[in-house]
């Protein structure tokens, strides 16, 4: 009879541990809940989203800037001498030299384009960062999510598993309390010694303790969570369901899907913006080649020299023109900026061997992970199934007198850290593979 209570113990375990959702409301939040929730709601992702609108507006504006700028001008400028509307030649002076429009307040209005045509390529490259920048936004979002994700799976997971922790806390409060008040019936009828009256109420106290503290990491994951989702207060959270079978070991360390992680394709893309950056910077060298062209109208009163004294001229003003320059020595400005455009290009292909050999150390510890914790499982449970069996024979042999309360007690603990111990690797396995999740970017489709 007792070998098979050893055996049927870890079932029952395992599912009143994992039943307790039948009893809970249907309003309860489930994993998936507070994901969508987080993702909807997060502040932080909404920032994150709104950089990668920022890289798609700069991309536009660095489109933009091709098409070069269309401009309205207008000015008044009062001379102390009398000044022709436009420039004329002297033939057109010498025609009738009283008539020509002439003025001391010369007004001017009319529409200027302004156009690049040659920058050494520099315009080019920056239209190409900025789209580099874009992909690297869309990456960066996308690690926000996964990251956001992660967070709150395990914030769910723990808050489950300290409940689980607390619930069974409480009934190991109850079953001291229960033994202390027996005890102190017994040493009222001279059965006890006080002796053992006092070491169960130490480990009373020293329960209560535990238990109120599992409540408070209760209380501040909820607010954790809360954070993440942006509201107000968490209602009771929906468990998930573990059945033993579903807790196996992984065997693949994952390493042939780190080409396609957008962690390393964010570092690819910053190498190729810092090497668009030296193209950039080197564009300077080159000439730059720019067209203006200018229509308008400048007019104003005619002075006193002029015969129409008082009359208000126009004339028309146009001009189109080629401008070139050519920066053709600086004094090692220009080498500079190119050297330490090349220093961040380097920069970025170290970050890019670094983000790689930590994704390699973190694929491999999140497989331990997982591993160390399905075996932490299978040896607590059956540590739970003979920790309990040991509790049930000292409370027998306690009660004929057979044992002192000290075995009793160490009984009734060693069940409890068995407990605690079985409740944590089911954690930490569930945590683990939202961690290898997280890694490989996965969050989202799971």
Known sequence: MDILKLFL???????????????????????????????????????????????HTDLDEEKSRNFGSL????????????????????????????????????????????????TGFSQTRKIEVAALEKKMAAAALKLSREQLIYNVKTLYVNILSQQAQDKAQDAYVTALQSLHNNIIREVELGKKARIDELKAAADLKNAEAKKFQISANIKVMKAALASLLNVDHIPELQDINLAAESIVAIEDNFMDQLAGLQRLRAARLNIEKNTKLVEKVKGSFYPQIGLNTSYGQNFGPNDDSNKYDGDWENQEVWQAGLNLKWNIFDFGERGARVQKAKIRERQSRQEQTKIKLELRRALQEAVTRINTAVSDYNSAEAELALTKETETIEQIRFKKGAADINDLLYAKARNQLALSRFLNARCSYKNGCFYLDYLLENGENK
């Open 9 to 55: 113990f870890p079932t029952g375990i395992s599912f009143l541990l994992c039943a307790f959702t039948v009893s809970q409301s249907l309003a309860a939040f489930s994993l998936e809940e507070c994901v969508e929730m987080a993702l909807s709601n997060n502040p932080d992702l909404q920032k994150q989203q709104m950089n990668l609108d920022l890289a």
């Open 71 to 118: 401009n309205i001008v207008s000015s008044f400028t009062h001379y102390n001498q009398p000044r022709t509307l436009t420039p004329m030649t002297p033939a057109l002076i010498m025609d009738d030299p009283a008539a020509v429009p002439s003025t001391e307040d010369l007004f001017t209005a009319g529409i200027v384009y302004e156009i690049p045509l040659f």
